[in-house]
């Protein structure tokens, strides 16, 4: 038999006189919990995995029972149940059908009803907005130019950020040109900006050894860098945010590169929150504030309010660190994301990185992260055009971010124009999340979002790294393969290279701002 186990509303009414409090909810759970009692063996592993307290052993009935109405989807028990007596579905319960108001907006509605308060959420935006990647679809050889073998040629995706010159200038098979500080991939991928505080220590070292171990980067986010993490130094990117957290001198010579955060794809325009229940001790030191005070991020730099600022900060940081670093600004792809782009470049930055809509977060308020900002896909082709339009594309590379998902991704971003793209969604779900997107609670029972030392004892950084060095390593393979088929035996010669995607299932109008042709053209 399987087992309905019961929301906190039901098992009030059913058992007025257990542990299970009375609550009065208009909101009907998301999950439902079914347990398979032929199979359960009352061994309470999920009760000790759930840190939201889902499921409650009763002693007297030597039994365990599920409240429905806390559970987020993150698959934690069921995943380490050892007798699989556990499966979790959405909630069949559906409102009247209309068009306008959906489920979704009246949930949203109970809720913010309840609690007066605005709706959060985590990871990036779940809408049904047209995803750009798969409506492009890559060209390969046939005939006329043979496709390339990687199995037995060589392949070269090594890739350089930073500014390149406009000629190159030789002098008895030398190079006389001085060329700016540039970052050296193995592979076209780096970590995405998450800083320590937003998820757990063992998070961050996982990412920085990836890095090392592939031969790429990660970035620190706004929290700062944990003094033992400064070994990676030579894999690291570090932020300077709003809120200055954790920067310092020797913060910004241990590091590879700096990063100008001005905005992210979750939340354009707004500022970052760190709840001070999640600044424990370790994170208080790295991020230079009181143990258990809330790190609040300012919307705007209060210094840079026009380009001029910005090229003063730009500046500032590479005579802070003797010019011996690529300094790169990150902003959201917003409206009119190609003419801030070419100020950026124009500013003196070597590296400008656009994070599309569905750029992930650890919190962000729900109608900010579905409702502002563009997909990086149209973002990235509009830039990668203008800075070719006013002659000033070398001078800057592109990073893109935004739900990069697979190694196809990968390649037509590259095609598209960029030079590399940040991964942060794929990175987290590669050590084990499951999007259950409650990130802002600290609960997160797969040990990444949370510092809830219980918790996050549960992500190994050994095998956290090697997933994340096996992720990069699969992709790898996958690139080169696809290159391989287009004819191509070096990433350089496909960066911007739009005639080898074709679109289907696109507008005109989208077909042009992407500038590709559609497929059969």
Known sequence: PVQRCRSPREAAFSYPHTRFAVVLSYTMPAFVIERDLSRCISCQVCVRQCANDVHVYDIEDDCVHSQDAQCVGCHRCVTLCPTHALSVQRNPLAFRAHANWSDQALRNIYRQAESGGMLLTGMGCDQPYRIYWDHMLLNASQVTNPSIDPMREPMELTTYLGAKPERVAFSDGRVETEVAPQLRLDVPIMFSAMSYGSISFNACESLARASREAGTFYNTGEGGLHPALYQYGANTIAQVASGRFGVHLEYLNAVAALEIKIGQGAKPGIGGHLPGEKVTPDISATRMIPVGTDALSPAPHHDIYSIEDLRQLIYALKEATGYAKPVSVKVAAVHN??????????????????????????????????????????????????????????????????????????????????????????????????????????????????????????LNSDLGAQRLTNLLRAWSLEIKEMMGGMGLNAIESLRGHRDHLRGVGLNQVELDTLGIRAAGQ
């Open 337 to 458: 994301i190609a003419p801030i782009a070419s100020g950026i470049v124009r500013a003196g930055a070597d590296i400008v990185a656009i994070d599309g809509l569905r750029g992930g977060t650890g919190a962000a308020p729900t109608q900010v992260r579905n409702n502002v900002g563009i997909p990086i896909e149209l973002a990235l082709a509009a830039v990668d055009q203008r800075l070719r339009d006013e002659g000033i594309r070398h001078r800057a590379s592109l990073v893109v971010a935004g739900s990069i998902r697979s190694s196809a991704d990968v390649i037509k971003a590259i095609a598209l124009g960029a030079d590399a793209v940040y991964v942060a969604t794929s990175a987290l779900v590669a050590m084990g999340c499951h999007l259950c997107q409650n990130c802002y609670t600290g609960k997160c029972n797969w040990g990444i979002a949370t510092q809830d030392p219980y918790l996050t004892k549960r």
